[in-house]
Structures are given as C-alpha cells and as structure tokens.
C-alpha cells in the first residue's frame, strides 16, 4: 500500500523540492497520479516543523482519517516524532472538533449527535407520515430522493428548486411539500442536538463568516493548511479553507482535476482551478514525473484519460522504463472472472509477492461478492474496504442509540428507536411518551416518571433501570456497553430470530472497537464520522497476511504492486445510470483512479455475460473507455475458461440493444447496421451503440471507432 520509503537517495524531484521549501503564502500543486502529490505533503509537513513552526499549528486536511494517520506517521519519522500534535483528519471530523468547543458562538450545544445518513432518511420517514405527505394514493418520492434534495443543494450550493427544474421535472408538483419537509427537518434537528454531515460544514462556515472572534482565533491557531486531495472538495469546503486562512495565506492544496470522482456528492472539481482566483498570488507546481507505474502502465493510463472530453493539460512520464504491458482478460461469465482472479492470486502468492501487495478494485461493494467466496474458499484473507458499514445494520443502531441519548438525552430519533423496541408499543404511544417529556430539563428524569400501561409497564421498568445504571459514575465506555446488552441481548434474539447468530458476530465486533475508547463521546462520534466496516479486524487476523478488496472511490491515493480491476463491462462501467456528459466523464476518471493505483502489475477483467438487474443473463461487451483506446496498450488473455459453458441461446438481449436500443443525432436516429460516412474516416457501418450519444462505427479502411455524436459529422448513405 502506500509505503513511503524514507530511506531513499533522492527523496524529492527539484519541483517537490521548490514546493516543500516553499515559504509563506498559497501554493498549489496540480499534478496527474503518482508523481508524488501526497509525498510532497508530507515533506512539507516536516520542513515546516523543522522550520520552527509548532505541530500544533498545522492543520492537515486529508479524505479518510486512515490517510490522516498514515502521512501524520510518515512526517513523524522524518522529524523524529513531533508531527504527533499536528491536527490532521477530514474536513468533518474536524468540523466536529470545532463545534463541540466553539458552538456555542451558534447557539449549538457541545453535545450534540451526528447523524448518518440512514438517520437522516429515517427523520424523513418519521417526518412525511407526521405531515400526512404520500399517503391517499399520492405517490410522494422515496426518502432517498427527498434527502438527496435537501443535501444535494448544500453541497453544491444550490437550491432545491434548481435541482428539481435539473434533475427531477416530473416531481416539480411536489417542490413545496419538499421545502416543507427540509424546513421541518432542520427543526427538528435543531429540537433534538442532531447535526448531519452537511450541517458540520455548514456550520463550520458559519462560524467562519458570524463570528469574526473565532475566524481570527483559528486562522491565528493554524498557521499552516494543509490539504490532499483538493480535487474532490465541495464549495462549501473550499470557502473554509479561504476563511481559515484568512489571518495569514498560508495554504498548501494538492490535487489532480483527472481523479475527480465526488461529483455525484457535490464536489467540484473547478475548485481547484478556482484556487489561484481564490488566492492571488498563488504559486503553482506542477509534477510531471510520476514515480509509482511502469512505462506501460502509465501508456494505458495516460491513453484512458487522453479521451476525456475536458483535456486535461499535464503530461507525465516515468523512468521506469521496461516492465509487462497491461493485462486484459474476458472470462465467460462473473463466476470465471472471480475464479480467474483467484488463480492468478495464487501463483503471485506461490511465487513470493506478499498478500499486501496486491489489491482487486470494483466499481460497487456488491460486486466483488462472487470473488470473496472464491477467495474465501482457496483460503486466501481478505480486508475490505469500502463494503457495508456496520452501522447500516438496525441492530447496530438500536444499540448505539442507548449510547448515544447518556449523552444526548434531547435525541428523539433515538428515544424512538428505544422505545419501539418495547411490546405493545406503537409510533403512536412512542409519540405520547415524548410528548410528555418535550418540556422538561432532562428527557431522562422526566422518562423515569412515566406512568406505562400494564401490558407494558415490566419492560419499560426494566428500560428505566438500566438507563438510570449506564449513569452511575466511573463506568468505562465497555462496561456501558455491557450493561445496554444484559438489557438488549433477550428483545434481539426475539427480534431477529433468524439470523441473530451473525448479527451477534458483529455485535462483539462493536465490543471490541468500544473497549479501546476511553469516553464514550469520541467512540459515537468515530462511529458517525467513520463508520466501522462490516468483518473488518472481526477475526484477528494480522493484517500482513492480507489481501486488498476495495471500491475504487475507497482507493484513491493509495498504490499496490499487483492492481486488479474487475468488473470492467458495459453497463457496470459506465455505470447503467450514467447520463451522458458529466456523469459518463466521471466514470471514465474513475477507471483513471483504478488504473492507476498500479505499481507494477495491471489486471483488467470483465464477464462476457452477468445478471442484469432484473436478474436475466445479459452478454456484455467490454467497457468502451478500454475500446476507445488502442489495443496495442494492453495483452489480451484468451485462456479464461468457465466451468460450465452456457448455451448462446440463454442470452437476453445484449445490454447495448436493451439500454439504448437507438441514438440520435440532431436529426437523425441511428440504428445498429446503418451504412454511414465520415469526413475524414470514410465509409463505414454501425455496430453498436456504447452509450447515450455515442456510436461506434466499423470504418471500412480505418476499423473500429467510438465517436461522439455532438462532435462526429457524420451521414447516412
Ligand atoms: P495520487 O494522485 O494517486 O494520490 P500522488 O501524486 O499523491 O498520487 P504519491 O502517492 O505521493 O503520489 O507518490 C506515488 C509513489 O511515488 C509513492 O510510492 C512515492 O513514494 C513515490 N515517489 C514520489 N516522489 C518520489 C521521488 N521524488 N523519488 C522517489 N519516489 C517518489
Ligand atoms: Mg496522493
């Protein structure tokens, strides 16, 4: 994985050089991957500190908190351990750390509960039934797409108006009940201490912009920003940045405009064009040798994004010249893919390359489910990244929310998430109860005085027991835990009768991440901010002896020897959905991210047929962003074979045929066979349709060529 090896001879390029001693003021550096972004970050992090700046004010802003740690470790040992006080996480765990202590400048409480996603569409919920939205044969739009709404217009500054008249035309009947709902919702945030991940940056700008008081304490406290990955910030994210460095410039941003993958959450990648505006007088390096990938890696790579319809502008070559081209493997269906994968596994395995230096990325979780049986049947350990979190699971959740009202007794999303586990206890009872205690200081006392009716006063007498013991002073986060259990084990078992033996697993995976937290604060918070994967560290295995699984998004900015990207079929990659324009560029600078994490060795695999999402068998052709680039970059493997042939005459339609069974021009529809010509390629006939305005065209003297329809003249003979 992204080892940083500090012992080499010559540890920076001259540019990396010139930004890490660069003195005060903006800097950006925007350089493709692997030419040592992140490196340079972490040298700077070092020399500032050697320089004589405090650690502690450094900020260092970075993705996921794993890469916070890694670099924060990295620059410790060049400067024998003081990066240790330096602040470096994400931009929300951050904005957590702030708010809890400057809040109050916002009317905010320091006790306030993040809530995740699932908890935000289950305020939703709880809010369209309250409203008497979507019921008489109105068929409101799901929670999801109600809170996509409100969140999509934070993070892309936007309204919800003009993301319905984008968008979702055909819900426009609906645009006041959903501003009424996202006005109903921030209430009841605000009545309950419950802030989402949008309100920790809103919030945090916020204090920012209201009080000048904290804009000047912190710009004073950080003296140096620090952040990795620029390209994937929102807008609300880089107007933090601004204003933290408001007192000095000092702003180091890194990042690569061609790994932009975050769109779809509202990250803007103009930001980081936008940085030099932002910041005049900025210092802009670019990094054009890219250390990490063989030359004939970096020739795939560099042709997939060279068909990017926005050009991006930097070149990057290597000096790791010589090295085994790219290899592409189509196997008859997903099952010979995983079985493929696994044996190549073995035999790097056989021939000395550890498990850690390999790694096998996927567009979505799911995908990768066919390999970790066959993984897990060859014996082969695994660590995934980017799967199901644990707190997606509602036993997970019923759990934390006994946790989680010891400290935020006003969480009314948790109280009714305990109170419906009782029998005999309805919404509208669990509504009464609140109700009843909405006036008073502290919900918990007010809750202990509750007259229950009989059929369920003896759980609800046990409930108040145990919460009135999780008080008792002196108890260790692991002993709280303990006691919600004794309470909670017997309504589980009952509740999931079925499956409670594997729910139970990861209940003591719970247990085990608990026990290492001293206050039960930083433990919730962890869980909100960082979600604990489902069967991660679960069994103890170390962690040397593991293979990589990973969605390429839980990918970006890490690097293996061995990279295998699977999962490479039309209609998986472009994902199905992808609309043309923005999202289907989005999808080809993904496989750039994917490719690129490849040190050594490249694997690109796909299934000739997979199910379909309405579960028939579909034959699937390979991505066009591998078909658009010339075939000479890569080695075709033939000898994929499939344990159980299928007969030609179980496939459905192919995908293309199903999706997009024509496409048109300005004027003109084409189909499958047409003769046409073109300007400069001559005559030629259609053969298939790989994606919304795209056609790709068998030329009699030229071959095979995707065109875009905007751009291509082409006629019909
Ligand atoms: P990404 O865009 O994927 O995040 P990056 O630009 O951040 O990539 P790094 O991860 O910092 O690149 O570096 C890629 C690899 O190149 C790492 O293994 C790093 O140690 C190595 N590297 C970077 N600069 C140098 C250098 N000057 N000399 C030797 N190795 C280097
Ligand atoms: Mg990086």
């Known amino acids: 994985q992204s080892a940083e090896s500090i012992t080499e001879p010559a540890p920076l390029n001259l540019a990396q050089q010139i930004a890490v001693s660069h003195g005060d003021g903006p800097i950006l550096v925007i350089a493709g991957a692997g030419s040592g972004k992140t490196r340079t970050l972490v040298y700077r992090m070092a020399h500032l500190i050697e320089r004589g700046v405090e650690p502690e004010s450094v900020l260092l802003l970075t993705f996921t908190r794993r890469a916070a740690q890694e670099m924060l470790q990295r620059a410790g040992e060049l400067t024998a351990g003081s990066c240790r006080r330096v602040m470096g996480g994400t931009f929300h765990a951050t904005a957590n750390i702030l708010l809890r202590r400057y809040g109050h400048l916002l009317n905010l409480g320091p006790n306030f509960t993040i809530i995740d996603r699932g908890d935000a569409e289950g305020i939703i919920n709880l809010l369209k039934s309250s409203l008497g939205m979507g019921g008489a044969g ?307 006392t007010a809750l202990t005085a509750y007259r229950p009716a009989p059929t369920w006063r003896l759980q609800f007498e046990k409930l108040v027991d145990m919460l009135g013991r999780l008080h008792q002073p002196d108890l260790t986060p692991s002993d709280q835990y303990d006691l919600v259990m004794e309470y909670y084990s017997p309504i589980f078992e009952k509740i999931y009768y079925d499956d409670y033996p594997k729910r139970r697993r990861e209940l003591e995976q719970i247990k085990a991440l608990i026990s290492g937290y001293g206050d039960l604060q930083s433990f919730i918070d962890d869980t909100a901010l960082d979600p604990p994967e489902v069967g991660a560290d679960a069994e103890g295995i170390r962690s040397e002896q593991r293979l990589t699984l990973s969605t390429i998004h839980s990918a970006k900015g890490l690097e293996w020897d061995t990279v295998f990207v699977m999962g490479l079929a039309e209609g998986r990659f472009p994902h199905q959905h992808a609309t043309p324009g923005e999202q289907w560029e989005e999808e080809r600078r993904l496989l750039y991210v994917a490719t690129t994490r490849a040190k050594k060795e490249l694997f690109l695999t796909y299934p000739k047929e997979m199910l379909g999402s309405d579960r028939q068998l579909l034959r699937a052709s390979l991505t066009p962003f591998l078909r658009e680039v010339s075939p000479g970059l890569y080695t075709n493997i033939d000898q994929v074979s499939a344990r159980t042939p299928l007969q030609t005459g179980q496939y459905q339609q192919t995908t293309s045929q199903l999706r997009h069974p024509n496409v048109q021009s300005a004027r003109i529809t084409y189909q499958e066979g047409m003769r046409v010509t073109h300007a400069f390629f001559g005559h030629g006939r259609v053969v298939s349709i790989p994606g919304p305005r795209r056609i790709e065209i068998l030329f009699d003297r030229h071959g095979s060529k995707i065109l875009h329809l905007d751009y291509a003249k082409l006629e019909i003979l």
């Not at 500054?157 to 009424?180: G, W």
């Not at 201490?193 to 904290?214: F, M, P």
């Not at 994210?237 to 941003?253: D, K, P, T």
């Not at 980081?272 to 390096?285: D, L």
């Open 138 to 444: 109105k068929r409101f739009p799901s929670k999801r797409v109600v809170m996509n709404l409100i969140s999509g217009a934070v993070n892309k500054s936007s309204s919800i108006e003009q993301l319905v008249y984008e968008d979702h035309l055909h819900l426009t009947e609906f645009l006041n009940d959903f501003y009424t709902i996202a006005d109903h919702y921030r209430q009841f945030k605000r009545d309950h201490g419950l802030l989402d991940y949008d309100d920790l940056l809103v919030y945090w700008k916020q204090l920012l912009v209201e009080s000048e008081n904290a804009r000047v304490e912190l710009s004073s406290r950080f003296q140096h920003i620090l952040v990795d990955e620029y390209q994937d910030t929102n807008l609300l994210q880089a107007e933090i940045v601004r204003l933290l460095a408001y007192c000095h410039q000092n702003v180091m941003v890194v990042g690569d405009d061609a790994q932009s993958i975050y769109s779809f959450r509202g990250a803007d990648f103009a930001n980081i064009m936008r940085f030099p505006e932002q910041f005049p007088g900025t210092r802009i390096v670019k990094l054009e040798e890219n250390y990490r990938s063989t030359e004939p890696i970096l020739q795939l790579t560099n042709a997939i994004i060279a068909n990017a319809e926005k050009k991006f502008t930097k070149t990057l070559f290597t000096e790791k010249v010589g090295g085994v081209r790219p290899q592409l493997a189509a196997a008859p269906n997903e099952a010979a893919e995983a079985r493929f994968i696994v044996q190549e596994i073995q035999k790097h395995h056989q021939n000395g390359t550890p498990l850690t230096d390999i790694a096998v990325l996927f567009r979505s979780g799911f995908h990768s489910f066919k390999l970790e049986i066959e993984l897990a049947a060859h014996g082969f350990d695994f660590e995934k990244r980017g799967g199901l979190r644990l707190t997606e699971s509602a036993h997970i959740k019923d759990v934390l929310s006994f946790l989680r009202v010891i400290i935020n007794p006003w969480d009314n999303l948790s109280w009714n998430r305990i109170l419906l586990q009782l029998e005999k206890v309805g919404p509208k009872t669990v509504q009464k109860i609140l109700n009843s205690v909405r006036q008073a200081d502290n919900p918990l």
